[in-house]
């Protein structure tokens, strides 16, 4: 298993995570203070187009980071798939991001900058840090009057290459070339409309250059793991998990952890809609094969508390689906033991319009279901007091490594 | 702040008075070079934790850390205020409020090993100190706003969404450029 991100509560404990982050912080602070980003006037500049100052150390930072993030994914000690990516929410970005834009030109800072001038005893730094905790108290008392919206034109965890149908590669070196290209530009404004002589700026930069788009091409070289190379990587240690049948769990199991009030149980039918249509345990999504990677990234995003449980008619389908969802990282998976057709051997027995057939092909469904009632069967839904199971139970919870929700949360 | 340099006349064996003493003033870094800097802090921040840059998300919760002191049983019926604050929960138990101390103090030491520890207003050559500080406040106020209601501000969304290729990152960052070019003109007395 890649071993960045670190889960670093579970490694460090609280204190220790806090410290690192108080690092970074510290990291952070100082960048943006040695930029000149405690500076107002230097940071409006950017809008009169005399000095470009912001957008060369935004883009900056950002192709840097970015280059060095898939090359880090792609090499395999990454593993991006537990890096937070920021949810898109369209609208709500855009009129937020609007309005942050007329709030930097007036007010001349953005809250991260405005931190960095306060611990410089900047005083507009003060009354912009005032200003905006006054904002962020404005918006906790007013969004419930417009939740809705705010909530809406969700698209999840979208990114670029997934909206341009290109390789991750691809698109880091388009963007690199495209921040090579701005920074030309941005040099060029300051030469016409800031008097900047360029000649007096330092040659290093062309070698920057050229170091940053060949770290983009070895990018587009390396790839990104697919799901399969991510599966032969975590084989050796995660295959013994099926060979001794650790993660797939009794039915009984199965319902007790419906019940339980501590767990978030998804059930993940990986069926053919026509199965899932005849019978389906309640509350279970229907999940086709292929979709299974899509909804990797959703599966990420649920509490530390959620346990995943696979289902097809026997087990071969649902071990397969297992597999691409253990290789993307998706903690606390498990298989439904025997798969719907066990589950109605053991909850379906007495209800006589579900009759067992004599011979089936493996993971087909076993029974004659007379009508497409789906999870309106009594056995889609049985009550726990009923049945006296005996099983051992397999689900122990995982530590969550997955993001914790973004600087913004 | 005043009190810093009466500090300094007043007890000049004291080593905080060292710590404090008016270094010369250095000129910031080359902008590429921040942002080089400022890249290999947000790989290493999503290269360890996973986890981009944020400030405002602390702020935020300052915010309803004081809203919970004073009004408990307001923030627990607003469904935003209770994610954070709700019942037992504090607000304040949360990586971005030590990552918020870290940006003081980074900019603070950076500030103080360059020699920019300097009490003063930034401001356009044309306005009075006390516009400054008003407009100060207000775009502070839109800034805090539209940046909870974009879900991050410049370090959390644009920054580090970007370099993670978040397509509403890139949506807001665009936004946010065209929102501030757009008002820059009719605001220019501000700063020119």
């Known amino acids: 298993m890649t071993i960045f991100p670190i889960p670093l509560e579970a490694e460090l404990g609280k204190i220790g995570a806090y410290l690192i982050y108080l690092l970074i912080g510290f990291g952070f602070g100082y960048a943006l203070e040695i930029s000149g980003f405690g500076s107002s006037p230097k940071l409006a500049a950017q809008f009169y187009l005399r000095e470009l100052t912001v957008l ?34 369209l609208w709500p970005g855009i009129v937020g991001g609007l309005i942050m834009g007329v709030g930097f030109i007036v007010g001349g800072f953005c809250p991260g900058t405005s931190l960095v001038a306060l611990a410089t005893f900047k005083k507009d730094g003060l009354f912009f840090s005032l200003g905006v905790l006054f904002g962020i108290f404005a918006f906790g008392e007013t969004v419930s009057t417009y939740e809705t919206w705010w909530n809406s034109s969700y698209l999840g965890r979208f990114t670029l290459p997934e909206w341009l149908g290109l390789p991750t590669g691809v698109v880091v070196l388009l963007l690199v070339l495209m921040a090579l290209f701005m920074f030309w530009g941005a040099e060029q404004l300051e030469r016409i409309f800031g008097k900047r002589d360029l000649s007096q700026e330092p040659k290093w930069r062309y070698a920057a250059a050229g170091a940053l788009a060949l770290g983009a091409v070895a990018v587009v070289f390396i790839g990104q793991p697919t799901n399969l190379q991510r599966w032969e990587k975590l084989k050796t240690e ?11 769990i009794h039915p009984g199991e199965l319902l007790d952890s419906m019940e339980n009030p501590r767990l978030k149980v998804i059930l993940l039918d990986v069926r053919s809609e ?21 909804q990797a990234s959703e599966l990420l995003k649920e509490p530390a508390n959620t346990v995943f449980v696979l289902m097809s008619n026997d087990e071969a389908a649902a071990t397969e689906a297992w597999k691409v969802l253990v290789a993307e990282s998706v903690p606390n998976v498990y298989i439904l033991e025997g798969g719907v057709n066990r589950w109605l051997e053991y909850f ?25 009632l789906g999870a309106r069967y009594p056995a889609a839904t049985p009550d726990p007091h009923l049945y006296e199971l005996e099983y051992t139970p397999k689900i122990k919870l995982e530590l969550k490594r997955g993001p914790s929700g973004g600087g913004c949360g | 702040m005043t009190t810093v340099t009466q500090k300094q006349v007043r007890s000049k064996s004291f080593s905080l008075a060292a710590l404090f003493s008016r270094r010369e003033t250095r000129p910031y870094a080359h902008p590429f070079l921040g942002g080089a800097l400022l890249g290999i802090v ?20 300052i ?15 607003v469904s935003y205020l209770l994610k954070m604050a709700g019942g037992e929960v504090n607000p304040l138990d949360n990586w971005i409020i030590p990552m918020v101390f870290g940006i003081l103090l980074g900019g603070f030491v950076s500030g103080w090993r360059n020699g920019r520890l300097k009490a003063e207003t930034g401001k356009g050559p044309n306005i009075s100190v006390r516009t400054r500080w008003v407009t100060a406040f207000v775009g502070g106020a839109f800034m805090g706003y539209g940046a909870r209601l974009a879900r991050g501000c410049t370090s959390g969304q644009a920054l580090s969404g970007g370099a993670v290729l978040s397509v509403g990152s890139w949506a807001f960052m665009l936004s946010l450029f065209a929102g501030a070019y757009a008002l820059a003109y009719f605001v220019r007395k501000l700063w020119l």
């Not at chain 1, 930072?61 to 949810?87: E, K, R, T």
């Open chain 1, 274 to 294: 026509a199965d899932y249509n005849l019978f389906h345990l309640k509350n279970a999504r229907l999940t086709p094969m292929d979709s299974l990677l899509e």
């Open chain 1, 238 to 248: 995660k295959e013994p998990l099926l060979e001794q049948r650790l993660v797939q």
């Open chain 1, 348 to 372: 379906g027995a007495e209800d006589e319009r579900i009759q067992p057939l004599v011979s089936a092909e493996q993971d087909n469904l076993r029974f004659a279901i007379p009508a497409a």
């Open chain 1, 56 to 89: 060369k150390v935004m883009f900056g930072a950002i192709v840097v980071a970015m280059v060095l993030i898939f090359a880090a994914s792609g090499l395999g000690l990454l593993d991006y798939n537990l890096v937070w990516v920021n949810p898109t929410y």
């Open chain 2, 63 to 77: 915010v309803v850390f004081i809203e919970d002191l004073i009004a408990p049983q307001h923030v627990d019926r």
């Open chain 2, 42 to 61: 947000l790989f290493l921040s999503f290269f360890i934790t996973g986890n981009g840059l944020g400030a405002s998300g602390g702020l935020n919760r």
